[in-house]
């Protein structure tokens, strides 16, 4: 059982819904993102999700784009992205960690040897957004078999006919875009997303957790109800890009968590 696997069962036996926080690895600065991500747990985060900046983000719309270039631009790279994690480890143990990010950068540092720095430094699952099921051979199984959740996403997108192959080797959990196109671009909406989610929790017991435009602890509890919890990114990555102060961005992220925790 991982650490996603433990939170998960934990918070369904308190019949709370999750809140997952993206934050990427490295903005502004190496310094403040470790502090900012130190401070998430005590924010209500159950579930952290670590932005692997990456040159060419497809799936991300122009806030997390930036995010990923200041990072860059900072010095990030995988290796300090692991630091970033292992340093988080050294005073949290239970918190899970999703690494999201892209193929390039892994695939250049090698399967293998990247699930070994991975597992070592504390990650828990995996988000690769460009590696579809027809993929599974390249990283979703050899992850799976060194003990980290391999994290799908499902998309309005995914029919019928296409969500049982998404699902295939899916664990943790199944991460729900609420919107067609990239993140930041549009708002979710409740009513559309809680038929969607039906569908899929129809064909799987892992949780379906929502994902895009939700950028308020109403959006977020709203977002909630009609799932097993919602995750927030781009409106908290905003704050970060405004210059706020970190104990205001930690209090802009409780206001998101607790308003999914009252669904």
């Known amino acids: 059982m991982t650490r996603i696997d433990a939170k998960f069962a934990a ?85 899970p960690i999703v690494l999201m990010g892209y193929y390039n950068p892994i695939y250049s540092r090698g399967v293998d040897k990247f699930l070994a720095d991975a597992k070592e430094a504390g990650i828990d699952g995996l988000i690769v957004v460009d590696l579809p099921p027809e993929e599974d051979e390249e990283l979703c199984l050899p992850a799976q078999a060194a003990g980290l959740n391999f994290i799908r996403l499902a998309t309005p997108t995914t029919d019928d006919k296409r969500l049982p192959r998404v699902l295939q080797n899916t664990s943790g959990f199944v991460y729900y875009v609420s919107i067609t196109g990239i993140t930041g671009a549009a708002e979710a909406e409740a009513t559309d997303v809680g038929p969607e989610v039906a569908r899929i929790k129809a064909a799987t017991d892992l949780p379906v957790i929502v994902g895009f435009g939700i950028n308020t602890p109403e959006k977020s509890r709203a977002i909630a109800s009609v799932a097993d919890g919602a995750v927030v990114g781009s409106a908290i990555v905003s704050q970060i890009a405004a210059g706020k102060p970190v104990a205001e961005v930690l209090d802009f992220v409780k206001s998101l968590a607790d308003g999914a925790h009252s669904a």
């Not at 709370?16 to 747990?41: C, H, N, Q």
């Not at 005590?42 to 670590?50: F, Q, R, S, T, Y």
């Not at 719309?61 to 631009?73: E, K, N, S, V, Y």
């Open 11 to 95: 918070l369904k036996a308190e019949g709370k819904k999750a809140f997952v926080a993206y934050i990427m690895a490295g903005d502004p600065d190496y310094d403040t993102s470790l502090e900012i991500v130190r401070g998430l747990p005590a924010a209500g985060v159950d579930v952290i999700e670590l932005g692997l900046p990456f040159t060419d983000p497809m799936a991300d719309g122009p806030t997390i784009q930036a995010a990923g270039q200041r990072a860059l631009d900072g010095g990030m790279t995988l290796q300090r992205t692991l630091d970033l994690a292992k340093a988080f480890r050294e005073t949290d143990d239970t918190t």
